[in-house]
């Protein structure tokens, strides 16, 4: 059934269509690029009970709005999608299909397949894949390092999304990696993880710190230097 005009939300606030929905067994909201806030309702559904749940939810309605702006903005400056990606420090190529219902992001031989209902997401798609990779690869990447090295695994080792720090130790001996760590080269996530496993014996960055790190990662300078050159792109381009 075709969408109702549009109704005003609030004086200053944008338009909402409605649609009847006969498999709707409550009351939604649904907010995308191609039609923005849609008001769904069950067959049976009062109209007034819908329109007063928009006015119940307009702060979350004004919030999803904002992000879908700024997702569209982002993928505008960007000059659209994006048609290749890194993953451990190899650029892939990027196809993007625009398809109904959630994100999808395959992993081929060729690189990466990604279905989204909107170009403007495809972005955001493949940041969540790289994030959920990441939080199952690098942890086993640590205890694998520890192992072999000698060292006493850690008592946690977490992914997170840290805006500036590539990793940390803390005094209780849990580690945490930025999760971007996996879109770059493999031996500079090597060189994070060497340098974090250190901390767990000295936690401090004087001589012994380095040296400890100097001789299991003779070529720490360099992967130090490619984080200083190349990391900041990194942190400002991948953003969940």
């Given amino acids: 059934m075709d969408p109702s005009p549009p109704h005003p939300v609030c004086p200053a606030g944008p338009d909402y269509c409605v649609r009847r929905s006969a498999r709707a067994r409550r009351i939604g909201i ?15 559904a009062d109209a007034a009970a819908g329109h ?13 709005l904002a992000e879908l702006r700024s997702s569209q903005d982002a993928a505008a400056g960007q000059g659209g999608p994006p048609v290749s990606a890194p993953l451990l420090g190899s650029r892939l190529p990027v196809l993007v299909r625009i398809e109904p219902g959630a994100a999808r992001v395959q992993r081929t031989a060729e690189g990466f ?3 989204v209902a909107d170009v403007g997401w495809a972005r955001a798609a493949l940041g ?16 694998g390092l520890a192992e072999r090295l000698g060292f006493q695994p850690p008592r946690r080792v977490r992914v997170a999304d840290q805006r500036r720090r590539w990793g940390s130790c803390s005094a209780g001996g849990r580690l945490a990696f930025n999760w971007r760590l996996i879109l770059a080269p493999e031996a500079v996530l090597d060189y994070v993880i060497v340098h974090e496993l250190v901390h767990l014996d000295h936690p401090h960055h004087r001589a012994s710190f380095w040296g400890e790190v100097a001789r299991l ?24």
Wanted: glycine share 4%.
């Fill in 128 to 143: 969540v894949w790289f994030w959920r990779t990441a939080a199952v690869w690098i942890p086993q990447r640590v205890l």
């Fill in 217 to 240: 990662c003779p070529e720490h300078r360099q992967h130090r230097e490619w984080l200083k050159t190349q990391g900041e792109e990194l942190l400002r381009d991948w953003r969940l």
């Fill in 113 to 115: 397949v990604v279905s």
């Fill in 30 to 44: 649904r907010i995308d690029a191609e039609h923005g806030v849609t008001l769904i309702l069950p067959a049976g």
């Fill in 52 to 64: 007063a749940f928009v006015r119940q939810k307009w702060a979350w309605i004004t919030r999803k």
